[in-house]
């Protein structure tokens, strides 16, 4: 028999990193929907297409 494995974080908000992050620790807000912003600004044929992942990829950031 093996001892069992110690519980996972528990993920509480819909941003995952930020609910695992160490108190104090520093994390940036949907940052993949903010750099296709910028990226979308520079470039106008950059598109966003998802299979309904937006809440997890935040792309509703670049709509």
């Known amino acids: 028999m093996t001892a069992a494995s110690p519980a996972k974080p528990k993920l509480t908000t819909s941003s995952m990193i930020a609910s695992i992050a160490s ?32 809440k997890y990829t935040d792309l509703h950031i670049f709509a």
């Open 23 to 54: 108190e104090g620790q520093r994390t940036t807000s949907a940052p993949f929907g903010h750099a296709l912003v910028k990226a979308g600004q520079k470039d106008p044929r950059i598109v966003g297409m998802t299979a309904d992942l937006a």
